[in-house]
């Protein structure tokens, strides 16, 4: 489903991501774990060309998303992005912010797009706080709007960065709850994160990076139970 | 001479206000969006017109538009007794404002922007529907600020206004004035602006601090 090869992305002349190869399987769930600032975001971002990458190829769906006169719009709309930071259009309440896109981008009327959009609050558990506006909802709330966002494209696969990171502790589980069920139901996930818990029950792969390399990668409970490598052991001593 | 003053040099100052404070948005809207582009031929132009119009005083300006540009290419403009004056004023506040959305737009976070487009949204789709409408909340205090400073230098438009019925009130006081040795018109042409920019000072100073309050 997502293949990358010889991935690299330079930031002037410090190198960020140097060389990074890794397939994703369709159906498959691959936890992305990694000190803060060994790449895991920016790798994130190229994969839907957030970030423009400096080498490398990234083909996601049959598409080379790093090709040449590729429509970036079109092979995002199979990509849902959810941030650290959520991101919510402040200005829209969390009906509009999942309807927004379906209007603007797929061209759904407006019947069309809110029957999606409670729908796709429904699959969160948000179809309560439809009309509120992000400012009055929790973190964890506004978190789950935006994956019911990202899922009313149909993307074909799900990039989470950190998306429990920014939550207070008590939060975290209901975040972690749709993400566990999305995983469930099939949904092709790449997700950076530091719920070791959550990388153990849900991941099929765990992918351990550190200066803009994948070091280790394997099963949860071989990668995170018995590491081969130093610096996955190291990093793993210190979240554990 | 008070129902004049009025009704037309209240009058048309308030509709070189309203034409030139559009024209100034349309522009610095423009201008902005082509400063804030990735493409360095947009930008540059962008620069130059910003940099020139707000380095050259105003009066020079429309001196310029209104004499320059009909001496030196034999045209004359349609509606000649606002078109001129409205150009002048739309190029020089829209230089400004130019200014003030492009501070609005940066000031909307980044990850707004990455959010739309992550979503498949064209560029100025995600502009136009997520960035600006937040970007518009910050930059109305600024705006109407520079609707202040519009408003008076409309006056500076007095250079122009010799064209039957086109004077503003700066303009219209002062042949008032010269006319009758009598400077009663020149306290009530002052009169008329404080009448319209007190009211809108306030109302920045409002604006200002409830938008501090929302942080
Ligand atoms: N836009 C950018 N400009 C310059 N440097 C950046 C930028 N984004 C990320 N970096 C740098 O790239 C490195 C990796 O960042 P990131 O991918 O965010 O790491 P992680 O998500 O693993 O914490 C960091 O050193 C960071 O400072
Ligand atoms: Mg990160």
């Known amino acids: 489903m997502i293949s990358i090869t010889g991935l690299r992305k330079s930031f002037g002349d410090h190198e960020v991501l140097r060389g990074i190869d890794l397939e994703v399987a369709a159906r498959e769930v691959v936890c992305v774990i990694g000190p803060s ?9 190229c994969i839907n060309r957030l970030e423009e990458p400096t080498a490398g190829r990234v083909v996601v769906d049959g598409v ?11 092979v995002r709309t199979s990509m849902g992005m ?12 969390a009906l509009g912010n999942v309807t927004l896109a379906l209007r603007t981008v797929l061209g759904m009327d407006s019947g069309a797009a809110d029957a999606r959009g409670r729908q796709m609050l429904e699959v969160v558990g948000m179809a ?34 950190e998306a429990t990171s920014a939550l207070d502790p008590e939060l975290v589980g209901e975040v972690l709850g749709v993400m ?15 719920e070791m818990g959550f990388a153990r029950e849900v991941a099929d792969r765990v992918v351990f990076m550190d200066d803009g390399l994948v070091v280790e990668q394997g099963p ?16 793993l001593a210190k979240v554990l | 001479m008070l129902p004049e003053l009025i009704t037309e040099g209240a009058k048309n100052t308030l509709v070189f206000t309203f034409f030139s404070f559009l024209g100034g948005l349309a522009i610095g809207l423009l201008v902005a969006l082509m400063r804030l582009s990735r493409r360095r ?41 606002y078109f001129p004056g409205c150009l ?10 130019a200014e003030t959305i492009r501070a609005g737009i940066e000031g909307v976070p980044r990850g707004q922007m990455e959010a739309a487009r992550s979503l498949g949204m064209p560029y100025p789709v995600a502009m136009r529907r997520v960035v600006l409408p937040q970007a518009f909340r910050l930059m109305v205090p600024p705006l109407t600020n520079e609707l202040v400073l519009l408003f008076k230098d409309t006056s500076l438009l007095a250079v122009l206004g010799t064209l039957a019925g086109g004077k503003e009130i700066t303009k219209f006081a002062r042949d008032f004035a010269n006319a009758r040795s009598n400077s009663s018109a020149l306290v009530a042409g002052g009169i008329a602006y404080l009448v319209i920019t007190l009211p809108l000072i306030r109302l920045v100073a409002q604006l200002e601090s409830r938008t501090r309050g929302a942080r």
């Open chain 2, 88 to 97: 002048a004023l739309s190029l020089v506040a829209g230089a400004y404002m």
């Open chain 1, 128 to 161: 309560g706080k439809a009309d509120a506006y992000p400012a009055r909802l929790s973190g964890g709330q506004q978190q789950r709007v935006a994956i019911a966002r990202a899922l009313a494209m149909e993307p074909k696969v799900m990039l989470f960065d």
């Open chain 2, 41 to 81: 031929s947009l930008r540059w132009p962008a620069a130059v017109f910003t940099d020139l119009l707000r380095g050259l005083p105003a009066l020079l300006t429309i001196i310029f538009i209104g004499f320059g540009i009909p001496i030196a290419t034999g045209w004359q403009f349609p509606f000649p007794k």
């Open chain 1, 64 to 74: 080379e998303v790093t090709g040449p006169g590729v429509d970036l719009d079109k």
């Open chain 1, 220 to 235: 949860p409970a071989a990668l995170l139970g018995s590491p081969r490598e130093a610096r996955t052991r190291s990093f």
């Open chain 1, 37 to 45: 600032g060994s790449g895991k975001s920016t790798l994130l971002r």
């Open chain 1, 180 to 194: 566990r069920k999305l995983a469930e139901q099939g949904m092709t996930m790449v997700v950076v994160t530091h």
């Open chain 1, 82 to 93: 959810v941030f650290q930071q959520f991101n919510l259009f402040p200005h829209k309440t």
